[in-house]
T-cell receptor, first 113, second 107 residues
């Protein structure tokens, strides 16, 4: 199993550009989520999904869109990048039953100029 | 409101025992998780307490008291590779994260 994979690893954007961060998992997990982590901080939840076709907002959803057309994939779209979105983005998945262990991808480091 | 408190930094000696405390205030409670994160890496799951008491996993143990809204992570026989940030995260799946505790281990 590859676990949770994220692409790209690094990205530089100019203000106003849009892009999609990819996340995929091969563990058949129902629950997936996106977090951002700023330097010296914990993670903040952006969006999450409890299954294909179901998404909901987390703590900091503004400026981001998500969709979940399959169990495996959960892309995060930045609509119009802003310098405040410079951060490290982590995708996570979890089996939506039993102990809520979250498995994280390696992260995407995003710099918005 | 929701809040979370952990010490920002803890220093310990290799081979020693260290305890990282966590107090929380949440609307509803669904358990307390602990994660480890090395610099530049992703968080990795360490332990989960859904009920009061102690959970032991090798050198790591975690404790929860729901009546006190308090938990701790106990790391024994510290090794240099345990130098990392540790996060307690109350919640079920939509976890609440604090700023974490940076554990510095000295030889």
């Amino acid at each position: 199993n590859a676990g949770v994979t994220q692409t790209p690893k690094f990205q530089v954007l100019k203000t106003g550009q849009s892009m999609t961060l990819q996340c995929a998992q091969d563990m058949n997990h129902e629950y997936m989520s996106w977090y951002r982590q700023d330097p010296g901080m914990g993670l903040r939840l952006i969006h999450y999904s409890v299954g294909a076709g179901i998404t909901d907002q987390g703590e900091v959803p503004n400026g981001y869109n998500v969709s979940r057309s399959t169990t495996e994939d959960f892309p995060l779209r930045l609509l119009s990048a802003a310098p405040s979105q410079t951060s490290v983005y982590f995708c996570a998945s979890s089996p939506y039953e039993g102990r809520p262990t979250q498995y994280f991808g390696p992260g995407t480091r995003l710099l918005v100029l | 409101g929701q809040s979370l408190e952990q010490p920002s930094e803890v220093t310990a000696v290799e081979g020693a025992i260290v305890q990282i405390n966590c107090t929380y205030q949440t609307s509803g409670f669904y358990g307390l998780s602990w994660y480890q994160q090395h610099d530049g890496g992703a968080p990795t799951f360490l332990s989960y307490n859904g009920l009061d008491g102690l959970e032991e996993t090798g050198r790591f143990s975690s404790f929860l008291s729901r009546s006190d809204s308090y938990g701790y992570l106990l790391l024994q026989e510290l090794q240099m590779k345990d130098s990392a940030s540790y996060f307690c995260a109350p919640g079920n799946y939509q976890l609440i994260w604090g700023a974490g505790t940076k554990l510095i281990i000295k030889p």
